[in-house]
């Protein structure tokens, strides 16, 4: 009979007792669904076969700037930018037609439109289902900016560690090479008369090694791979001294003005590679204001927070000593900016700049852990501003440049150099200034010659990276010989592999190549003399 379960009574008893009914389509259901799906990260949109939008979640509408009402019954072709607005309905109607589709089943990276006009890259998944004999689209959109941002990291870090390599692997031969050259042409002008017509050109040979040692310091500054002296700085006081060069760099057609803050804490970096960055964008803001300007150089203190400087590999929130360089020049447009701190990259004419000055900047502001950013527009000139970490200790007191000693002496050295050229020029250039010199082309043989000297070494000069025995572990052995014996390293490599090699610390003295003879005998002398 209708309406009686025609069930045997043993079967039912059997089966236990009934299941709890299932809960239908009703007010429940519908507000767990849509709890469902506004707590869900991805946005979700659904569109009919027409492209009319009929839901979207809390997570889209956040993701747009939307509201419901704003997008409910409209064709989500709103959300895209061109050309994929013009093309949306297209794409659907081609699928209805051939049943083929780029996107329904697989995804594809596409790019949304917020309300303010703004674009921003996305993941589109579309799925498709039908409903009362109608056909609908569900769209899962994710906001990849953030991925993107990282996967442009990472490149832009692969790229830099690739030209790195590149860059350390050929200035070690390079800077050995230039120590030659610099070394020669400046002991062959300190031999020549005033009146020698040959001086001329040994000054073109010296200075087109000391342009070659400046662009071998430039590519490794860039590439984050130049040895750096960091102390604690008074960035005040850079700026005081760099500011009388800079009036002449400049010219006098451009208004260099110092807003300093005297209440900033010091920071930790190299002085001259803070120099070096105050002096390129100088440069590059004299260039864009070549009707004349103002250049004006600030500094203060701010504190940043996980929001700005997540966007920033390996730098961490907290208190910035700030260093602005701001001019009232040109501007620079959206593309040009985009690939302001590319190597190589110049908006100047032939023979006008090697597009090295900005990525040097960055390079230098990365390796003391700080950070770039730039303000600028096409005809509203250009902000620079560098965050660089404060420190809580005081800076370092400069010892006065008048009291320098006399670079000239008379001591033993002990020179260890595996260049044959290189190891030739220092010694000349040593005993020229007065010191018996005993040069040995590897650690071993500068063990062999010490095991039949009995006369004392009183400072060993030495190469870092030797085949046989290296400089630090030379220095070790001779040492428990000579225990008053002063060490003073020399390289050509980069900071990797010396720190490889364990001689990059505070309390060894060390000399980068290419070198001068007046820097080396400075440097021997000021050793010798315990500073």
């Known amino acids: 009979m209708p309406g009686v379960d025609a069930t045997p009574s043993d079967e039912r008893s059997a089966k236990g007792p009934p299941d709890k009914p299932v809960p239908g389509p009703g007010p429940r259901s ?76 697989v995804g594809r990276e596409v790019q949304g439109q917020r309300r303010d006009g703004s674009t921003f890259p996305i993941n589109l998944a579309v799925t498709e289902f039908q409903l009362h004999n109608r056909r609908y689209f569900v769209a899962i959109v994710r906001d990849i900016s953030e991925q993107k941002t990282l996967e442009a990291q990472l490149h832009q870090s692969q790229k830099m560690e690739a030209f790195g390599q590149l860059a350390g692997g050929v200035a070690h031969d ?57 102390r604690v700085l008074d960035l005040n006081a850079v700026v005081a001294d760099v500011e009388r060069m800079l009036r002449r760099v400049i010219g006098e057609d451009v208004q260099l003005v110092t807003v300093l803050n005297p209440a900033i804490s010091a920071v930790r970096a190299d002085p001259v590679q803070v120099e070096q960055v105050i002096l390129n964008l100088a440069v590059n803001s004299r260039d864009a204001m070549p009707d004349g300007g103002m250049l004006t150089i600030e500094t203060g203190e701010v504190e940043l927070g996980e929001s700005y400087t997540n966007a920033y590999a390996d730098v961490r929130p907290g208190r910035f000593v700030m260093l602005a360089i701001r001019d009232t020049g040109s501007g620079i447009t959206p593309e040009v900016k985009a690939r302001l701190f590319e190597p190589f990259f110049t908006t100047k004419g032939v023979g006008r700049g090697t597009g090295l000055g900005l990525a040097v900047v960055q390079g230098i502001v990365s390796q003391s852990d ?98 046989d025995i290296n400089g630090r572990e030379l220095s070790e052995l001779l040492l428990a010989r000579y225990p008053e014996m002063r060490v003073l390293f020399l390289s050509g490599y980069t900071d990797d592999a010396v720190v490889r090699h364990g001689v990059l610390r505070a309390e060894v003295a060390f000399l980068q190549k290419p070198f001068t003879p007046i820097v080396l005998a400075t440097k021997v002398r000021s050793l010798l003399d315990g500073n």
């Open 30 to 105: 519908d507000t767990l669904l849509h709890s469902v799906l506004d707590n869900t990260l991805d946005g979700v949109i659904t569109v009919d076969e027409h492209g009319t939008v009929s839901m979207l979640n809390r997570a889209a509408r956040t993701m747009f700037g939307r509201s419901e009402s704003e997008i409910v019954g409209l064709n989500v072709s709103i959300l895209m930018p061109e050309p994929y607005r013009s093309e949306h309905d297209s794409y659907i109607a081609d699928y209805l037609r051939t049943g083929e589709s780029k996107v329904i089943g």
């Open 174 to 230: 390079f800077n050995n090479l230039l120590t030659v050259i610099s070394g020669y042409s400046e002991l062959l002008l300190a031999m020549l008369p005033a009146d020698d017509e040959k001086r001329g050109m040994v000054t073109d040979i010296r200075d087109a090694g000391n342009r070659a040692a400046s662009l071998t310091r430039q590519l490794l500054a860039f590439s984050r791979r130049q040895i750096i002296q960091p």
């Open 370 to 467: 700080g950070i770039i950013d730039v303000e600028t527009g096409a005809g509203a000139g250009t902000t620079f501003r560098i965050y660089l970490p404060a420190v809580e200790e005081q800076p370092a007191t400069l010892p006065d440049a008048g009291l320098e000693p006399s670079p000239s002496g008379s001591e033993a050295v002990l020179l260890v150099e595996d260049d044959d050229s290189v190891r030739d020029v220092t010694a000349v250039a040593l005993r020229g200034f007065g010191y018996t010199v005993v040069a040995a082309r590897s650690g071993r043989a500068a063990l062999e010659i010490m095991t039949r000297r009995s006369e004392r070494i009183d400072l060993l000069v030495s190469d870092v990276v030797m085949p």
